[in-house]
């Protein structure tokens, strides 16, 4: 197995971008993701920790959750979780975050880079209420780099197309995966398995 280690080796692989391809990166919230940002229900948010460790995290919610305040800046709001907040860490310790915006049966996705910080604003966490509940806090997001992925991706996986889903659901079992890790047997796993799903329920 050979290491690719430079850019040089790497584009004599897949080639050389397209001029016009350099053209498709804003500073600012264009147009259409502006539409795109207030239509989708999904993103994933990406972080870095202070040693340079990257993770990523899905964030889902009505239809336009994110709030964009103008061309430069988002607001997320934040629910109730497993209180885990490793993206939240990794905010405090380098300040930056990635987004990429999904939309149910679009091809394209939309990327954006930015400055992030956590804030608090009472008539806002109101404004971004989902379920009854306020936000519990803000995810601000300064936008540096916004623009649109091609659906090469999802073209191929054939993401959006039921016939090619599988047959059934795939639920995890959190009590498995736990009780693993553990040492805790049939009844613990059933019992927090059930926990979970009355979570679902109950705590959105």
């Not at 430079?6 to 919230?29: M, Q, R, W």
């Not at 916004?146 to 959006?160: N, T």
């Amino acid at each position: 197995m050979q290491t690719i280690a430079n850019l040089k080796a790497l584009h004599a692989i897949v080639g050389e971008p397209s001029e016009l391809t350099a053209k498709k990166f804003y500073s600012h919230l264009s147009e259409q993701a502006t539409d795109f940002i207030a239509r989708s229900p999904f993103l994933v948010m990406a972080t870095v920790d202070e040693n340079g460790m990257p993770t990523a995290s899905p964030k889902g919610d009505y239809p336009g959750f994110v709030h964009q305040a103008d061309k430069h800046t988002l607001y997320m709001p934040e629910r109730k979780g497993n209180r885990l907040v490793v993206s939240y860490q990794n905010i405090f310790a380098t300040g930056k975050v990635g987004l990429i915006f999904l939309l149910p049966r679009s091809n394209e996705t939309l990327r954006i880079s930015g400055k992030a910080e956590l804030v608090t604003d009472e008539a806002l966490c109101a404004k971004c209420e989902s379920h009854g509940n306020p936000a519990l806090l803000l995810l601000k997001v300064s936008v540096t780099e916004a623009y649109f992925h091609c659906g090469k991706a999802f073209i191929r996986s054939h993401l959006w197309q039921p016939d090619a889903w599988p047959d059934e659901e795939t639920r995890v079992s959190f009590g498995k995966e736990i009780g693993d890790n553990i040492g805790e047997g049939k009844a613990f796993v059933e019992d927090l398995d059930a926990q979970v799903i009355d979570r679902y329920k109950d705590s959105l």
